[in-house]
């Protein structure tokens, strides 16, 4: 699912796109994420551009990352997880590559209501 506009997603399930993206946030776009499972994707929720993700969402079985911001040039890559999120992240942590993990934050983009050693940092911190 491609994001560009400002889009709430509810109580969806996305699965088995093992080479491909659950939801991929653009720059220009700003998704509201609650009720959902992810699974078996290559990444749940890349974001380039904001991303909040609510109660009862559930990203596992992903072969890089659960949740992934990412702030460039043309994007914030900001995330925030909501206190009373509940949400269940499993992104591959057994790969020693840089971008594998349950939360991934690039080139300093942010990933709120996480606890600091959840996340995996890459460049730009």
């Known amino acids: 699912m491609f994001v560009e506009g400002i889009v709430d997603v509810q109580d969806c399930i996305i699965q088995d796109c093992a080479e491909a993206i659950g939801i ?26 904001k991303a909040t993700v609510g109660k009862g969402c559930n990203v596992t079985g992903c ?23 509940e949400l269940v992240c499993e ?10 993990g349950d939360y991934v934050a690039v080139q300093g983009g942010t990933i709120a209501g996480v606890a600091e050693e959840n996340i995996v940092r890459v460049g730009g911190e």
Not at 29 to 45: K, P
Not at 76 to 83: A, I, M
Not at 93 to 100: F, S
């Open 63 to 85: 072969t890089w990352s659960g949740v992934y911001a990412w702030k460039h040039d043309v994007g914030p890559g900001e995330v925030t997880v909501e206190e009373d999120a």
């Open 24 to 49: 991929f946030v653009q720059p220009i776009g700003e998704v509201t994420v609650t009720g959902t499972t992810i699974r078996r994707c290559e990444t749940g929720v890349h974001v380039h551009g």
């Open 91 to 100: 992104g591959d942590n057994t790969n020693n590559a840089p971008y594998h």
